[in-house]
Structures are given as C-alpha cells and as structure tokens.
C-alpha cells in the first residue's frame, strides 16, 4: 500500500513542524511551498527537490526546530539550492 505525499502549498498551513517529522520518519515524502521533502532513513538524510528540478541535502535526521525554521523562510518566499536568474 502507498502512503500518500502531504502536500503545504498554502501559507498558515495547518500541519505543524512535529506532523511533518512524524509523516517523514514514516516514510511519506512532503511537498512544501513547491519543494519535495524526503528521509532516506537508510543514508539518515533529508533529500529535497527545489521548484526548478535541483536536487539537494537539507539535513541528516529531520527535526522540529529545522522544519520549523524552514516553514518559517519558505512562507517568507526563500527557495532552496539554485534557481534561476532573474
């Protein structure tokens, strides 16, 4: 059986850093602000995908505090890894 993605596109979403965790350490990947999060528990490694297609390394094993910050600068507009010029 799969295990949906969950999904926080809007700003004030109502899943909190500690769901987000949680869902991760479960094995679903999230999707915030346009960005794929995944844990790779076997590397112990958060892996992300940017709205651009850039694939990188957020951290090792997810936290509330990281996730919190995170949620934080993505509402704020931040991207992650490269993006285009503008």
């Given at each position: 059986?799969?295990?949906?993605?969950?999904?926080?596109?809007?700003?004030g979403s109502s899943l909190?850093?500690?769901?987000?965790?949680d869902a991760l350490f479960a094995g679903r990947s999230i999707t915030i602000h346009q960005h794929y999060f995944?844990?790779?528990?076997a590397d112990e490694i958060v892996w992300y995908t940017n709205p651009?297609?850039?694939d990188g390394i957020l951290c090792k094993r997810p936290s509330v505090e990281r996730f919190r910050k995170?949620?934080?600068e993505l509402e704020r507009g931040r991207e992650l890894g490269l993006t285009p010029l503008k």
């Amino acid at each position: 059986m799969k295990i949906p993605d969950l999904r926080i596109d809007e700003p004030g979403s109502s899943l909190t850093p500690e769901q987000i965790v949680d869902a991760l350490f479960a094995g679903r990947s999230i999707t915030i602000h346009q960005h794929y999060f995944v844990f790779d528990d076997a590397d112990e490694i958060v892996w992300y995908t940017n709205p651009y297609g850039i694939d990188g390394i957020l951290c090792k094993r997810p936290s509330v505090e990281r996730f919190r910050k995170l949620m934080y600068e993505l509402e704020r507009g931040r991207e992650l890894g490269l993006t285009p010029l503008k």
